[in-house]
């Protein structure tokens, strides 16, 4: 039996990339219009962003919850969440949770281990980057990371909410992560985590100064994998 995947779903691209992906995808697994059966569900962006910039990651931990009972109650046998940011409430809402995730830093690490990377640059909201999400997953698999200068945070969170989540991609904010990919690079990084759901949108990764490693679409084939195995 396919199992049925939840997305427990937060801003509206990052959540279509990951929905898309699954269904084109598995048709290389499944066969042509196939894909595993597949339960979305998010409450109002603006419920996760206002617990968000206040910190509070417990009421952040209740909204996954939430979602993930509505998601087990449509059928879904295991769920997964493209937004990184707030994996930060995972630990909080593991425990509570009916069904089994996918936490996506793990997803993207067992990726990182397989392709030698020992040091990985990591991209997000100011709220991931400076988290302990990454680290803390990435130390399963011996890799470290960086993130960006203080500076180049608050620009890169800046273009994610004013202009990515909104559908808005413009050719100066591409240019402007190739530089912050390229300041990574220079500092020993071997490849780029885009942690933002989001960010897969705007980096081409033809002219990416690093390799990249794209969260949503890599939690996207991990989900396909679990279910049809």
């Not at 993207?108 to 302990?132: C, D, N, W």
């Not at 100066?172 to 942690?195: P, T």
């Not at 033809?206 to 049809?228: E, F, G, Q, V, Y």
Request: glycine share 6%.
């Amino acid at each position: 039996m396919v199992k049925h995947i939840g997305i427990v779903a937060c801003s509206a691209e990052g959540a279509a990339l990951c929905y898309k992906t699954i269904c084109i995808e598995a048709q290389k697994r499944m066969g042509e219009y196939s894909h595993p059966e597949i339960t979305m569900h998010t409450p109002p962006f603006s419920e996760y962003m206002r617990h968000i910039f206040a910190g509070e990651w417990e009421q952040v931990a209740e909204l996954m919850i939430t979602s993930a009972q509505i998601v087990s109650k449509a059928g879904a046998d295991f769920a997964i969440c493209p937004d990184n940011t707030i994996h930060q409430a995972f630990d909080i809402m593991i425990s509570k949770s009916p069904i089994p995730w996918l936490h996506i830093a793990e997803v993207v690490g067992e990726e990182a281990k397989k392709g030698g990377f020992r040091q990985l640059g990591i991209l997000g909201t100011k709220y991931l980057m400076t988290s302990p999400v990454y680290p803390n997953a990435l130390k399963k698999f011996d890799i470290t990371c960086q993130i960006p200068e203080k500076d180049d945070r608050e620009k890169i969170d800046n273009i994610i909410f004013k202009e990515l989540v909104n559908g808005i991609f413009l050719e100066k904010s591409r240019l402007y992560f190739n530089e912050v990919i390229q300041k990574l690079k220079e500092s020993g990084c071997h490849a780029v985590v885009l942690g933002c759901t989001e960010i897969p949108l705007i980096v081409d990764p033809n002219d990416c100064p690093l390799l990249s490693l794209d969260s949503t679409r890599l939690i996207a084939r991990a989900a396909i994998k679990k279910a049809i195995e």
